[in-house]
């Protein structure tokens, strides 16, 4: 209980924090009580407005109001689609960048919230953080040209594409070392409104620094990768595609916490779990 109530403590924090930093910005969260039901939320002063449904969707407020020590917040998406960049930081490559970005696909239920842990698996010897900016697609998106994309963001969130070198190394594809269950944590928040093209995107383990970039810094920006998706794949409402990580990583153990800040957004906290 000691953990969870460590987590439940973050959450509210980050919270306050992101809707605080911009007025202009709208701030988003999904939400459980004792384990029922799922439900969308706005974040407003006085509590959690719960929405009709998703917000890129519908803005339908129910009437119910909800504060946020009364609740659990999950992962703030619901995608049917998961794209992640590789090597889209040149701090993170070694040699000249490709001429178009490195792409993946991962299982959707591989997310995991900002109250639940990362659990490394028990075959896993080598689990590495990588901290990310991901964007959710807020409308139908085919051949969507790069100077029209930004109309088809809906709003960014934090993410921990966890990563596991050895089996990344080993496999023919990524799809276990990047997305085997429970891997990719989001949150805590999705954010409307947020400047993405300028957000410097942090990441600690235990407290310290050990990476930091500003999206600035993207070889291929969140709006040229949603165009260049939208060209191959059709993207649909809540879809998300992640911006790839920076700098070098190193591996987490059980008992490590890892945390992802973007600035202006907030604050992802996750601690590791050992696995059966």
């Known amino acids: 209980m000691k953990h ?3 987590r439940i403590a973050v959450g509210a924090a980050a919270l306050l924090f992101v809707a605080g930093v911009n007025a202009q910005a709208q701030t988003f969260v999904r939400y459980s009580q004792d384990g029922g039901e799922i439900h969308w939320g706005m974040v407003h002063d006085d509590g959690i407005y719960e929405l009709a449904g998703a917000p890129y969707n519908t803005m339908e407020h129910t009437g119910t109001i909800v504060q946020r020590e009364d609740v659990r917040l999950e992962a703030p998406v619901d995608p049917s689609l998961v794209f992640m960049t590789a090597f889209n930081f040149r701090s993170h490559i070694r040699g000249e960048p490709a001429p178009y970005p490195g792409l993946f696909i991962i299982p959707a239920n591989s997310i995991i919230g900002p109250e639940d842990p990362i659990v490394r698996p028990a075959e896993s010897t080598n689990l590495h953080y990588e901290a990310e900016m991901a964007i959710i697609v807020g409308k139908h998106a085919e051949n969507v040209p790069v100077e029209e994309a930004a109309d088809y963001i809906f709003g960014v969130t934090a993410g921990n594409d966890v990563s596991e070198r050895a089996w990344q190394a080993g496999d023919i594809q990524w799809v276990r070392a990047k997305g085997t269950r429970g891997f990719n944590a989001v949150g805590p928040a999705l954010i409307k409104g947020a400047d993405y093209k300028n957000t410097q995107i942090t990441g600690r383990l235990n407290g310290e620094v050990v990476q930091g970039e500003n999206s600035s810094d993207l ?21 998300m595609i992640w911006s790839g990580t920076m700098g070098s990583t190193r591996a987490m153990v059980p008992g490590d916490v890892y945390e992802v800040e973007l600035s202006g957004i907030g604050t992802l906290r996750n601690e590791v779990v050992q696995g059966k």
């Not at 291929?220 to 809540?238: A, D, H, K, N, R």
């Open 4 to 6: 969870f109530v460590s």
């Open 219 to 239: 070889i291929f920006g969140m709006e040229e990768m949603l165009s260049y998706i939208s060209q191959y794949f059709t993207l649909e409402p809540g879809d």
